[in-house]
């Protein structure tokens, strides 16, 4: 017998659409999952939050809309945060300030009405962050003195 265990979920540009299933918060075992450039809907699963392998987690360049789940804030791997061009709104969780390993967070091209980087999330510019960007230009839709690239 052998068992056979998937680190990389890819789907990059296969004109999926429809909403992310909640399953994929099952997918434990998971370091990379890539989802972009396709035609996700809805909100994204809460359940991804049980993702304690995952590194990289890429959903930018869908529809995807609603908030960022703070849940996201459970996933102390997280290396690489991809939410980039869709159409999420609300907060920026101050939960992924509790992400120390966080090197790169796009969250830019959104609907972020009056939102403000957390400071905890600015906090690890400190430490790994180096990448972070957000709509912190045209329209001032967030409010982010710590971002590296506003858009």
């Not at 945060?81 to 939960?95: D, Y």
């Not at 090197?103 to 939102?115: P, R, Y």
């Not at 690890?124 to 990448?131: C, E, G, K, Q, V």
């Amino acid at each position: 017998s052998f068992s056979l265990v998937s680190e990389t979920l890819d789907l990059n540009s296969n004109r999926l659409n429809g909403e992310l299933p909640a399953g994929l918060g099952s997918m434990t075992d998971v370091i990379t999952m890539s989802l972009r450039n396709n035609k996700f809907e809805g909100t994204i699963p809460t359940q991804l939050g049980k993702l304690d392998d995952i590194q990289t987690l890429s959903l930018n360049h869908n529809l995807l809309n609603g908030p960022i789940p703070t849940e996201l804030g459970l996933c102390f791997r997280l290396n690489v945060l991809h939410l980039q061009n869709n159409k999420l709104t609300g907060m920026i969780p101050k939960e992924l300030g509790e992400l120390s390993g966080l090197s790169n967070v796009k969250l830019e091209l959104n609907s972020f009405q009056g939102a403000t980087m957390p400071p905890q999330v600015c906090a690890l510019r400190d430490d790994d962050l180096s990448i972070l960007t957000s709509d912190c230009k045209n329209g001032k839709k967030v409010a982010c003195d710590c971002c590296t690239q506003c858009y």
